[in-house]
Every structure is written in structure tokens, then in C-alpha cells.
DNA sequence: CGTACTCTTGAGCAATATCAAGGGGAGTGG
DNA sequence: CCACTCCCCTTGATATTGCTCAAGAGTACG
């Protein structure tokens, strides 16, 4: 049996360990995006410098000075509401974002109106670095639940890129870590049984949730059956009775979307 | 019925028109790569400036001095024989390449020695841009006939486009274009009944030797059955069948690795 | 010219999709 | 606060697709 470890590791976002929850809640309020560099002294709570998921958007080791440029540039947080989209397919491409609260999905609508999802993205990982090859977005990104993201143009971090090598390495190795994130998703849509993908997806995000410092057992899936059998290739029956089949083994403990891991050597075996 | 037309369409790899026959053969003699910058006046046929590719390797208009940078930078190729391994899965990751002549599979390799095809490289395309993230290669790299790459060290390539913004934001384009590409597949490989990967396969290589300047109704395939059932995740006999059945339906004619397009309508609207 | 690889085709089987029915929970309106 | 409705989830029965096992023919290369 192909163990779904493989696919596991093949994810390596790097994630900040804690969620702020004192983030000011009026920092909603998104501040409008400019091409032009905005005055500095950002506000507090929607800046960089204190943001709990910094990692994801600025490499280890910044100096004062670039990291206040960094902040200049993520000027605008946007509150995203369960159900909306962040952008649609063919919008113009101007932004990557990166999801600071919340979960999203991302959806690739065929022209039969058939839908596929190719991602979830939860808090501390980048949205939209599909966008940047076509100057146009590709697929659908919606919000799973109440969600906030940092808008940062492209354009811009271009320019930081420019000045800042490390900030140009590490926009290389997010745009190459999604690149091998897919293809260890692909091996899994080509090679693995129905058991195999959910209990790979468990784990999958089980390890992300670990990374941001929730519990890598117990966790609340925010999307349906469905959405998880768009993602790995399967209908949502079955997905269903895996979840079923898993139970009954022992392995999980599972209650609609609320997902308990009880042993996951024996999940990573399956 | 699903349009394989999607997964084609995703694919928008920038390739040059024709392929120079023209190339001294001895200019396969790599010259050794080197960190520092060689010495300018590039030994012809080894240079980008008269490469008939170039367009995959940089953007649409550079001054003299900037191409004359980039010739720098490309210094060396390589060739590969027919079986042998570019890169392997582990080697530390030093360079990006661009097939030059020739064809490529990348294989993922799992612990329990099961392989999988992640993608198929023609003349013109990039190849190895999934190592950036990791500081080592992800995947083997697998010449399917005998071919020569250009060698891009990688380092060199960020410095040239702290440099030339033009050439950042294609670096970034052709990141961001395999992050697309692979969303494509995905949604092929979780979506798509055997008999439409098999077509969109079809079409997907038809278009990109179209591309090249080559016949997009007539052409051999470099791959064994064995090799496209990995990459589309199927067994080689079921690949097998579904030639056989477009055949049968009048849409395809083939022979062995010969292949003939004869109804590329009907081949998408499987 | 032989050997090893590759491809084709058939028969039976296992895994997953499809069709169908019913239960449970969250949000909404009375 | 309760009842209603809509979604989502679960489970069963049946259909279908693609896989496995097997045999034999074609093809390339030393």
C-alpha cells in the first residue's frame, strides 16, 4: 500500500504557531488598495510587523526598514463573508492574498457549469499565485466561513522583490512550494484508493491545523462532503463511507464535520 | 460529457515556432557551469540571442545589453542520452533548464519504489522549477530520447532579474504558469473518465508540437503506454484500449507510437 | 537474428459511481 | 419557544468503469 505520507510531506507551508485573537475587529474595515506607494505607519492590528502569520509573507530575517516597506504594501485587509468569493476566474490579476482568518476554497468552473475544487486554504497560506502566469485569475476562490484576507498587489511586491532579495527568494519558494503542493495532489488523484485520499486529506490537514498551533487531533472541517469529494476526485457518497469505514476501524471518530484523529500512525498506513 | 478542451486550454506554455535543425552538434559539448559570470562573446549555437527557443527563456523584448546578459548567465548545456537522468529527486537544486532538443518525463519516486509520471517536457519548455522551494529537487528527471537542455543557474537568474524587471516577471509567469498547468491536470485526473484523458492527453501534446512548428495532426509519441497510463493515472492496458476505441470511432489512426489525429472536433467533444 | 521490451486483446473481478430513501441539525419565521 | 424547511449526511442496492491476470503478436536494438 502507498503510504499517503508522501503526499503529507509534500506540503511545506510555512505557518505561524498562533492565531492573534486580539486583532481590533473594526481592522475589517479595508483601507483602500493604491499603486502608489501608501504613507507608512500603518495601522495597528492590520500591518505586518505584529501579524501572528507573518511567515507566510515575509521571509525569516527582515530589518526594520524593510519590513516597514512590507507593511506599506499590505495596506488593506478584506473581510471576506461565508459564501462570497474573494475573486472569480477572469478577474483581472492585481493581488495575492494571504488568508489571516478563516478558510477559503478554490474553484475551477468548466464552461458546462461543472465544478471541480483545486484547493482549501486556511489561515496563514497564500491565495491566488495562479493569477500571475495570465494577468487573469483562474479559478473562483469563496469563503468557506467568515474570513479576512491581506490584499497584497502584485505589482508592488515585485518592486520589494526587487530591492529585498530575500523577500524575491521567498516569493520564489512560495510560488514553487504551490507548485509541488499540486503535483503531490496529482499523485494522489492518479495512485490512490477512495480510503487512501480521505485519510491523506486528514492528515493533510491535520498537519496544518498542528502548525498553526490547534490541535492536530481534533479539528472542525468547514467544508461538506462534497467539497472534500470535488477535491480528491470522489462523489460524496463515498467520501461518506470512508469517513464511515475509518470510524469503524478505529481510526477516526467522526460527527458530521467535527473530526477527531485517534491514531494517526494507523491513518498514514492506510 | 466534460470538454477536454479545459485542461488544453490551461496549458499556455510559451514556445518558439520552429526548432533550429541548424545547431552545431558539437555545441553539445557542455561547458562547465560556473557561479561567476563567464566571459561574454558566447560560442554560437550554445547562446540565447540566436536561439530559436529564447521565448520560453526570456520576455519579448530585451535591449542588447540585457540579452547579452542572459547569453552570460545560460553558459553551459547539456546533453542527455536516452534513458539517463537530468536531475534526480534529492540533488541539491542549483539550476532551472529549458529542453533545448529532445523530451523529458519527471517521475515522483515513493518510499515503497512505486513511481509515478508528474509531466512530459518537450523542446522549448522549463523544467525543474519545482526544486526552488526546497533547495533540492523534487522529482527524477528522465530523458525519453536523447536530448540537450540548457543549464540556467538559478542564482544567477535572481540576479538578473533584480536587474531587468522584465525578466522577474517572466520568471514569474512561468512559475505561476506550471501552478496552472498542474490545476489543469488535477482537475483532469479527478474528473475526466479514462477514454477523455486519454484525448485531452492527445490534444494537450498536439497543441504544444502545433506550437513548435511541427504537424499537430501527425506525430510520434516518445512515451510508452506504460508512461502516459502513470501520467493520467491509468494502467497501460486501459490507455491501450482507449487507443484502440478512437481508432475504432474514426477520430484517431495510430500505429504503435505513431499518431494521427484525424477529427481533433470530435477528439475534444469525447 | 534473437532477445527483450512493448503493445494489443480477452475474461473476470474489485472499486467506485449512481440511484434512492431517510435521518439529523442549523437557521428562520411564526 | 416551537415548527418548518433546507441542507447535509448516511446507508443500501445496483450499475459501470477500470483493474488484474493472462496470452500472444509486433517492434526495436544489439
Do not use: W
Not at 88 to 107: H, L, N, Q
Not at 113 to 138: K, M, R
Not at 255 to 270: C, R, T
Amino acid at each position: 500500500m502507498t503510504s499517503v505520507l508522501a503526499y503529507e510531506s509534500a506540503y511545506k507551508s510555512a505557518c505561524a504557531p498562533t492565531v492573534s485573537s486580539k486583532a481590533n475587529p473594526l481592522a475589517y474595515l479595508a483601507r483602500s488598495a493604491t499603486t502608489s506607494p501608501p504613507p507608512s505607519g500603518a495601522v495597528a492590528g492590520t500591518n505586518c510587523s505584529d501579524c501572528s502569520l507573518h511567515s507566510i509573507c515575509m521571509p525569516a530575517h527582515l530589518s526594520a526598514t524593510e519590513l516597514a516597506r512590507l507593511d506599506a504594501i499590505v495596506c488593506s485587509t478584506r473581510l471576506v463573508r461565508r459564501g462570497e468569493t474573494l475573486y472569480r476566474a477572469g478577474d483581472k490579476f492585481k493581488s495575492i492574498y494571504a488568508v489571516r482568518v478563516g478558510c477559503f476554497k478554490t474553484v475551477i468552473t468548466h464552461r458546462d457549469g461543472h465544478e471541480q475544487v483545486t484547493g482549501f486554504h486556511i489561515a496563514g497560506e497564500p491565495l491566488g499565485l495562479d493569477g500571475v502566469c495570465s494577468d487573469e485569475q483562474n479559478c473562483d476562490a469563496i469563503a468557506l466561513e467568515d474570513s479576512k484576507v491581506c490584499v497584497i498587489p502584485f505589482d508592488l511586491l515585485e518592486d520589494l522583490c526587487h530591492d529585498v532579495k530575500a523577500m524575491q527568494q521567498h516569493l520564489h519558494r512560495m510560488m514553487s512550494g504551490e507548485i509541488v503542493r499540486e503535483s503531490g495532489l496529482m499523485m494522489m488523484l492518479g495512485t490512490m484508493t477512495a480510503q487512501q485520499r480521505v485519510a491523506a486529506f486528514l492528515l493533510n490537514l491535520s498537519s496544518r491545523m498542528k502548525t498553526r498551533g490547534y490541535s492536530s487531533a481534533e479539528f472542525n472541517l468547514r467544508m461538506t462532503r462534497e467539497e472534500i469529494g470535488s477535491y480528491l476526485g470522489l462523489k460524496l457518497e463515498t467520501v461518506s463511507r470512508m469517513f464511515s469505514k475509518l470510524q469503524q476501524a478505529g481510526v477516526i471518530d467522526t460527527n458530521g464535520k467535527q473530526v477527531h484523529i485517534l491514531d494517526s500512525e494507523k491513518l498514514a498506513g492506510v
